[in-house]
Antibody, heavy 124, light 109 residues
Framework: EVQLVESGGGLVPPGGSLRLSCAAS????????MNWVRQAPGMGLEWVSY????????WYADSVKGRFTVSRGNSKNSLYLQMNSLRAEDTAVYYC?????????????????WGKGTTVTVSS | EIVLTQSPGTLSLSPGERATLSCRAS???????LAWYQQKPDQAPRLLIY???SRATGIPDRFSGSGSGTDFTLTISRLEPEDFAVYYC??????????FGQGTKLEIK
């Protein structure tokens, strides 16, 4: 079964740090790009970060640039998000999602598999 | 930055009715870069439609997507009780690479 399982969320004070992990199983993790997407309480979806299969291409949303770092360990089938200088507005459920970059001759970049999410709360 | 605006914000319909959800982009979006997701309370989003009109694996054929350029539509032909949820459109582009619409809540009338 194709599965993504996030972990590492919790309560952290403003200015603190947290490292999220996403464990992948049931597919060849090293062949896929991955995204982090978050959802603040009662709000919509917000894309956070993208990392290509070989880590050559990395993108961040402006709201987290300079504070968050995405990485992956293909030998461990794992995706990571290091979050520093956390703010109250970073409070959200954080999802990892598998990206389909292309199929045949077409490019898509949609997300076909999502984890259940891990909750990050930034509060004193 | 491409902004996606979904309408209506809330749609109240009964099971068996047809639902039409709109997603309008502030600039033209390549059709292959437009996707729709369904999210139920306390669940992760689920991919419904990619490439504007292709159904994802396991998605019933009552779900269909259409559109091009700046106007895209998700249609649910006959609503089932399990279809009441929040729906998001998403585009891939540049600066930032990804954006989502604000969502349409489909509720039971």
């Amino acid at each position: 079964e194709v599965q993504l399982v996030e972990s590492g969320g919790g309560l952290v004070p403003p200015g603190g740090s947290l490292r999220l992990s996403c464990a992948a199983s049931g597919f060849t993790f090293s062949a896929y790009s991955m995204n982090w997407v978050r959802q603040a309480p009662g709000m919509g979806l917000e894309w956070v970060s993208y990392i290509s299969s070989g880590s050559r291409t990395i993108w961040y949303a402006d709201s987290v640039k300079g504070r968050f770092t995405v990485s992956r360990g293909n030998s461990k089938n794992s995706l990571y998000l290091q979050m520093n200088s956390l703010r109250a507005e970073d409070t959200a459920v954080y999802y990892c999602a598998r990206v389909i970059v292309s199929e045949g001759p077409f490019y898509y970049y949609h997300m076909d598999v999502w984890g259940k999410g891990t909750t990050v709360t930034v509060s004193s | 930055e491409i902004v996606l605006t979904q309408s209506p914000g809330t749609l109240s319909l009964s099971p068996g009715e047809r639902a039409t959800l709109s997603c309008r982009a502030s600039q033209s979006v390549s059709s292959t870069y437009l996707a729709w997701y369904q999210q139920k309370p306390d669940q992760a989003p689920r991919l419904l439609i990619y490439g504007a009109s292709s159904r994802a694996t396991g998605i019933p054929d009552r779900f269909s997507g259409s559109g091009s350029g700046t106007d895209f539509t998700l249609t649910i032909s006959r609503l089932e009780p399990e279809d009441f949820a929040v729906y998001y459109c998403q585009q891939y582009g540049s600066s930032p690479p990804y954006s989502f619409g604000q969502g349409t809540k489909l509720e039971i009338k």
